[in-house]
């Protein structure tokens, strides 16, 4: 009997810690730049996951989900539809492009339990989409609790281009914050040599900037990290929250 529980501990630590890759909210439109002979409707997928290792994770309905258009704030919180990818609970909307801008699409989740890590996690993504020719407001900020403020363009990138942001937190710039990068490896195609290559570190400077060169065509996110001040009680017990400020950018290759 002892012997049967060392086993079924060691099988649970494993499993555990072969699922402690990064976690990321997801936000993926289905075009990151709509043009005037594009379709004006897009598509945007929502996800809570590893997405290097396309492991996705369930996902409850989020508490907000909205775009900034100018200075209009707009809840299409009522557009997401549940949809189901290899079992778990993700979500999907649909959107019309109607005038020509910046469009910061930006999610604020439910809190999320990590048992592997004995903690929760709050994630808040965002993707900007440039429509019809204008590109005005895609550096201004959502006020979400944390978050990633672009100092390049985030949009129209090259791979092999520099994408630089700065890490706020309750609007102000969080010195020397981690930051997760992971690629969005769609299909499993690409095959990390080392478990360390599947996500890549960043430490931002003392006025919370951090920079990275793009090395390959697709999806990338970017998760600026820290500890929220609050603790959420679980079974009883106060566990920490892991706060996380994403912004997912898209490279192409030069043809």
């Known amino acids: ?4 529980k060392a086993i079924i501990s060691i099988i649970v ?4 810690a072969s699922s402690s890759f990064a976690h990321f909210g997801v936000i993926l439109p289905s075009d990151d730049i709509v043009g005037e002979k594009d379709p004006k409707r897009i598509t945007l997928k929502v996800y809570f996951m590893h997405p290097f290792e396309q492991e996705w994770l369930d996902m409850e309905k989020p508490k907000a989900f ?41 999610l604020e989740p439910q809190p999320y339990w990590e048992p592997a890590e004995e903690k929760f996690i709050v994630h808040y993504p965002k993707v900007v989409v440039q429509a019809l020719g204008k590109e005005e407001g895609w550096d201004k ?8 403020v672009p100092l390049t363009r985030p949009y129209g990138l090259w791979v092999g281009n520099v994408f630089q942001g700065v890490v706020k937190v309750n609007g102000k710039p969080l010195p020397f914050a981690d930051v997760e990068v992971e690629y969005f490896n769609e299909g499993g195609k690409v095959k990390a040599p080392k478990e360390s290559y599947i996500t890549q570190v960043i430490k931002a ?6 920079t990275y060169a793009i ?18 009680k679980k079974d009883g017990k106060e566990y920490s929250v892991e706060l996380g400020g994403i912004i997912w950018v898209r490279a192409r290759d030069i043809k």
């Open 66 to 106: 909205g775009v900034l258009i100018g200075e209009d704030k707009i809840s299409i919180l009522d557009a997401l539809i549940n949809k189901k990818v290899k079992g778990k609970n993700a979500w999907e909307a649909q959107f019309a492009i109607k005038k020509p801008g910046d469009y910061i699409f930006y």
């Open 215 to 232: 090395p390959k065509a697709g999806w990338w996110g970017f998760a600026a990290l820290t500890e929220a001040k609050d603790k959420i």
């Open 141 to 148: 900020e959502a006020g979400l609790p944390i978050e990633i």
């Open 1 to 4: 009997m002892k012997v049967l």
């Open 13 to 16: 630590v494993l499993f555990f």
């Open 205 to 210: 400077d003392a006025n919370g900037v951090f």
